[in-house]
T-cell receptor, first 116, second 118 residues
């Protein structure tokens, strides 16, 4: 399977704990995005990487959130001191700037976070 | 500020008939529009897109229409099949800024749940 892979698929944690999600994009894609989706809403943009550089962050990404893409391949999204409001589906997507369809994002299956 | 709106939370259609899903937007800077389909416990899957230089794009059973003056787009599925039952999201993208950083910053609508009955 050469699609976008996310791990874990589901994480249940207690308020105040730290969690980390991993995303492996499609191998030839140099652009990687994180989105968050809550119940009844569409995905909301969180942050964007081109290769290893984080080029844009949403206001939704508070100081407790940090994302990295150290070698321009996989990415991690860490949430520190989780709050119940962080409960959501965290979606990773990738795209290729060099393709003629650079604006079409390929999404992973998501990592669902439940904060108790 | 909801820049992309899907005002119908749900739509129910009989198999073989046409499904029409609607989407409105407010940001005049949007120049590329996409439809995604999402099954439960899966990520969104790209369906079809349209550039603002066009008013129609067709791919098999799926056609997207864009009315720029009304800031409205619609997705037509003909004929509808039970396997089309899913949540459909409309998304919009503005032109890239310097360095191409804005391309993937899609703004999504709230989604419409489509149910196609056999």
């Amino acid at each position: 399977d050469t699609g976008v892979s996310q791990d874990p698929r589901h994480k249940i944690t207690k308020r105040g704990q730290n969690v980390t999600f991993r995303c492996d994009p499609i191998s030839e894609h140099n652009r990687l995005y994180w989105y968050r989706q809550t119940l009844g809403q569409g995905p909301e943009f969180l942050t964007y990487f081109q290769n290893e550089a984080q080029l844009e962050k949403s206001r939704l990404l508070s100081d407790r959130f940090s994302a990295e893409r150290p070698k321009g391949s996989f990415s991690t999204l860490e949430i520190q001191r989780t709050e119940q409001g962080d409960s959501a589906m965290y979606l990773c997507a990738s795209s290729s700037r060099t393709s003629g369809r650079a604006r079409e994002l390929f999404f992973g299956e998501g990592s669902r976070l439940t904060v108790l | 500020d909801q820049q992309v709106k899907q005002n119908s939370p749900s739509l129910s259609v009989q198999e073989g008939r046409i499904s029409i899903l609607n989407c409105d937007y407010t940001n005049s800077m949007f120049d590329y529009f996409l439809w995604y389909k999402k099954y439960p416990a899966e990520g969104p899957t790209f369906l079809i897109s349209i550039s603002s230089i066009k008013d129609k794009n067709e791919d098999g059973r799926f056609t997207v229409f864009l009315n720029k003056s009304a800031k409205h787009l619609s997705l037509h599925i003909v004929p509808s099949q039970p396997g089309d039952s899913a949540v459909y999201f409309c998304a919009a993208s503005a032109p890239s800024n310097a360095g191409g950083t804005s391309y993937g910053k899609l703004t999504f609508g709230q989604g419409t749940i489509l149910t196609v009955h056999p």
